[in-house]
C-alpha cells in the first residue's frame, strides 16, 4: 500500500484521502475478483470509481447471503437505503461513505440506480428466490445487474440514454448467464432462478432439488441461451452510438462473458455441477480482441 499512499499523495484521486481510497480498493481485493484487474484500463479517477460502487455492491450482497435472519436483513439493508440517502445529502461518516460521495458527484450518478440495487439484494434477503414468474425473473435482473450497469456507464464516461441501453442489455446478458452456469450451486442454497414458466412447460418441478438432473434442463437452458445472445447483440448496437472509449470495460465484460456462454452450451446442462470457466489466457485474449474491436 505504500506505494500507492504516495502516488496518491501527489495527486488526490476524486479529492479523497489515500486511506480511504486504500480502504475500498481493499473490498475489491478481499473479494477474489477479477474485478480489480480489469478496471486497471481506466484511469485513476474512473477506477476508484468504479471501486466504489463495487464496494456498495459486495458489501448488500453480503446483507443479502448472510445465514441470518430474513427480517435482520431486511433492516440491515434499510440501514443501506438509508445510508444512501445521507450520501446524497452530503454526510458521510466513514471511508468507504466518503469515496462513494465524491463518486456520486464527480459522476452524477443517480440515488434510485442504488435502491434498485437493494432492491434486488432484498429479493434474495427475503428467502431463497425459487421459480419466479418470467416478469419477477426480468425484474430481479434489471435490480441485481442492469441497475449496477446504469450505474457503471456513467463511472466509465457515458451518460447517454444509449448508454443506459447498454446497462439494460448487458446486465441481463451477465446475469442470465450466471443463472445457467451456476444451476446446481444454487440447488444446494435452496436457490432457483430459473422461470417457473420455463420450467412447467418442459415438465420440470419448479424445485430445487428437482432441476439439477431434469432431463429436459437442456432445453430450458438453449432458450435461456438464447435470450441472453439477444441481450449481447443488443447491447453491441447499443454500444456503437456510445462513446468508444467509455465503453471499453462494457467490451471487455460482454465478451468475456459471451464466451462463457459459449463454452456452457457447449458443455450443455447435462452436468449442471460442473461449473464452467475460462482459463486465464483464454480470457487475456477475449479481452485484447474486445479492446480492439
Known amino acids: 500500500m505504500g506505494f500507492l499512499r504516495a502516488r496518491h499523495d501527489e495527486a488526490p484521486v476524486l479529492g479523497c484521502d489515500p486511506a480511504d481510497l486504500a480502504e475500498v480498493e481493499q473490498i475489491v481485493v478481499r473479494s477474489g475478483t477479477s474485478f480489480g484487474k480489469g478496471m486497471r484500463i481506466l484511469p485513476p479517477e474512473r477506477r476508484y470509481g468504479m471501486y466504489a460502487v463495487y464496494a456498495f455492491c459486495r458489501l448488500v450482497d453480503d446483507v443479502a447471503d ?66 419466479p414468474d418470467e416478469a419477477t425473473f426480468d425484474l430481479y435482473c434489471d435490480r441485481v445487474a442492469s441497475a449496477v450497469g446504469r450505474l457503471s456507464v456513467r463511472v466509465f464516461g457515458d451518460a447517454s440514454t ?44 419448479p424445485e ?36 468508444r472509449t467509455a465503453m471499453r470495460p462494457a467490451r471487455v465484460m460482454g465478451a468475456t462473458y459471451a464466451a462463457i456462454l459459449a463454452a456452457q452450451e457447449r458443455q450443455g446442462w447435462g452436468t449442471p455441477e460442473k461449473r464452467v470457466s475460462l482459463s486465464r489466457p483464454r480470457k487475456v485474449l477475449v479481452a ?6
Open 66 to 131: 448472510d445465514e441470518g435472519e430474513p427480517d435482520d436483513k431486511c433492516r440491515r439493508l434499510e440501514d443501506w437505503r438509508a445510508r444512501i440517502a445521507r450520501l446524497y445529502a452530503g454526510e458521510a461518516c466513514d471511508g468507504i461513505d466518503r469515496v462513494l460521495m465524491a463518486t456520486i458527484r464527480r459522476f452524477d450518478l443517480r440515488q434510485q440506480d442504488f435502491n434498485d440495487v437493494i432492491d434486488g439484494m432484498e429479493m434474495d434477503a427475503r428467502g431463497p428466490v425459487v421459480a
Open 288 to 293: 485484447l480482441r474486445a479492446l480492439v474491436a
Open 162 to 205: 444509449h448508454a443506459d441501453l447498454v446497462a439494460y442489455h448487458l446486465g441481463r446478458a451477465l446475469q442470465i448467464t450466471n443463472i445457467l452456469r451456476d444451476v446446481a450451486e444454487d440447488a444446494r442454497l435452496g436457490r432457483l432462478y430459473l422461470p417457473r414458466e420455463l420450467l412447467e412447460r418442459f415438465g420440470i418441478t
Open 208 to 243: 430445487p432439488a428437482a432441476v439439477v438432473h431434469a432431463p429436459r434442463l437442456e432445453q430450458v437452458g438453449r432458450i435461456l441461451a438464447g435470450r441472453a445472445h439477444d441481450h449481447f447483440r443488443a447491447a453491441g448496437r447499443a454500444m456503437r452510438l456510445c462513446d
